[in-house]
């Protein structure tokens, strides 16, 4: 079956301005996330969705980020007023959460962002 | 602040080896252990999860779970050098937190 897809792969774009980077879970996954990764650096979590519903919003680095989630189904990320420390690889990944015990996160081939 | 440590490495082997991952927790309430593989300009994707004490084979690929000591480790048998990428220790607590923590990931080089 698909897997995560995101989109674009490639998003480079100026200082200040405003980007949307879109998630597509694996179709019956409730739980969807977000990370971020610098060159180098670990995965840095951002937000996580149960359903359309963001339970945990503490990894967002500033008001200049938000994310929504729609029919239980695709997110979008979206940076607002871009700065040049935004640069990253932001991952999607998506798992089943059903039960008590967490389930495997699969993930997104990610959008490289750059920003100049 | 929950933190999951791994040696940056890299961590260098010769084909055929046995190469050694670790990695360390600080949540004492921690439930399930996952490695994920991670290839330079790919995403990450899942090797083995593991939840009880003790070990879990599959294929060449052993987990290790010392909860008493709250160590994780992963062992690879034999082996090859398209096992060279960045392992990523991935820890979560469970108890209805279905955030897990990552560790930074240690490199490995198999070298022929």
């Known amino acids: 079956g698909a897997g995560v897809s995101q989109s674009p792969s490639n998003k480079v774009t100026e200082k200040g301005k405003d980007v949307e980077l879109r998630c597509d879970p694996i179709s019956g996954h409730t739980a969807l996330y977000w990370y971020r990764q610098s060159l180098g650096q670990g995965l840095e979590f951002l937000i996580y969705?149960?359903?359309?519903?963001?339970?945990?919003k503490s990894g967002l680095p500033s008001d200049r980020f938000s994310a929504e989630r729609t029919g239980g189904s695709v997110s979008t990320l979206t940076i607002q007023r871009t700065q040049q420390e935004d640069s990253a690889v932001y991952l999607c990944?998506?798992?089943?959460?059903?039960?008590?015990?967490?389930?495997?996160?699969?993930f997104g081939p990610g959008t490289r962002l750059t920003v100049l | 602040q929950k933190e999951v440590e791994q040696n940056s490495g890299p961590l260098s082997v010769p084909e055929g080896a046995i190469a050694s991952l670790n990695c360390t927790y600080s949540d004492r309430g921690s439930q399930s252990f996952f490695w994920y593989r991670q290839y330079s300009g790919k995403s990450p994707e899942l090797i083995m999860f593991?939840?009880?004490?003790g070990d879990k084979e599959d294929g060449r690929f052993t987990a290790q779970l010392n909860k008493a000591s709250q160590y994780v480790s992963l062992l690879i048998r034999d082996s090859q050098p398209s096992d060279s990428a960045t392992y990523l220790c991935a820890v979560n607590t469970g108890g209805g937190s279905y955030i897990p923590t990552f560790g930074r990931g240690t490199s490995l080089i198999v070298h022929p």
């Open positions: 593991i939840y009880s004490n």
């Open positions: 969705f149960q359903g359309n519903s963001a339970p945990d």
């Open positions: 990944a998506s798992s089943l959460t059903s039960g008590s015990t967490p389930d495997t996160q699969y």
